[in-house]
């Protein structure tokens, strides 16, 4: 079946750090993918997507190529702040149910 | 627009118990799904549905009940409540169609005395 793997944090940054979150994934077909961050105490928001191959999605200073070849879709951010420090998660979606399958989630904290 | 709203918040239920999380969308969403989050295992899937009246399971349905009776609600019950099920449930609704991406509840933090 459909899966994702993340790398395993926690990520600690200095503030205006470059951060990679690394993320690939297993999917017959072509699947969708996303990335969701889940501030401290809160649900979850869509952070960015992409739908297709060598798309790439972006918010916030956030972007992601979605890597057909490689089956990846790592997360960057050139300069993070300490509003960014959240969980940060890939996902996927495919197939005609449409389920969102997750990764376990990368702890990102930036220090000051 | 409200968008997914779940209620109660916070729920603390004796073992054996059952009761119902509610989940309710105003988007006109066709596919829903709940999810727990437990620490260092992420979101797992529990149930979801692709329209009113179809339903089916994800990666981790024992000890729970959905249905779909409307577009609107997703209601998930817990039928006799085990400690291994306290957990933070999230329901989540999406278009149909690649790429719609999901909208998330903000969750309902259960704990099982």
């Known amino acids: 079946g459909n899966s994702v793997t993340q790398m395993e944090g926690p990520v600690t940054l200095s503030e205006e750090a470059f951060l990679t979150i690394n993320c690939t994934y297993t999917a017959t077909g072509y699947p969708s993918l996303f990335w969701y961050v889940q501030y401290p105490g809160e649900g979850l928001q869509l952070l960015l997507k992409?739908?297709?191959?060598?798309d790439k999605g972006s918010n916030k200073g956030f972007e992601a190529t979605y890597r057909k070849e490689t089956t990846s879709f790592h997360l960057e951010k050139g300069s993070v702040q300490v509003s960014d420090s959240a969980v940060y998660f890939c996902?996927?979606?495919?197939?005609?149910?449409?389920?969102?399958?997750f990764g376990t989630g990368t702890l990102l904290a930036v220090q000051p | 627009n409200a968008g997914v709203t779940q209620t109660p918040k916070f729920q603390v239920l004796k073992t054996g118990q059952s009761m119902t999380l509610q989940c309710a969308q105003d988007m006109n969403h066709e596919y829903m799904s709940w999810y727990r989050q437990d620490p260092g295992m992420g979101l797992r899937l529990i149930h979801y549905?692709?329209?009113?009246?179809?339903?089916d399971q994800g990666e981790v349905p024992n000890g729970y009940n959905v249905s779909r009776s409307t577009t609107e609600d997703f209601p998930l019950r817990l039928l006799s409540a085990a400690p291994s099920q306290t957990s933070v449930y999230f329901c989540a609704s999406s278009f149909s169609g690649t790429g719609a991406g999901y909208t998330f509840g903000s969750g309902t933090r259960l704990t099982v005395v």
């Open positions: 996902a996927l979606t495919g197939g005609a149910t449409n389920k969102l399958i």
């Open positions: 992409a739908t297709k191959a060598d």
């Open positions: 549905s692709v329209g009113a009246g179809i339903t």
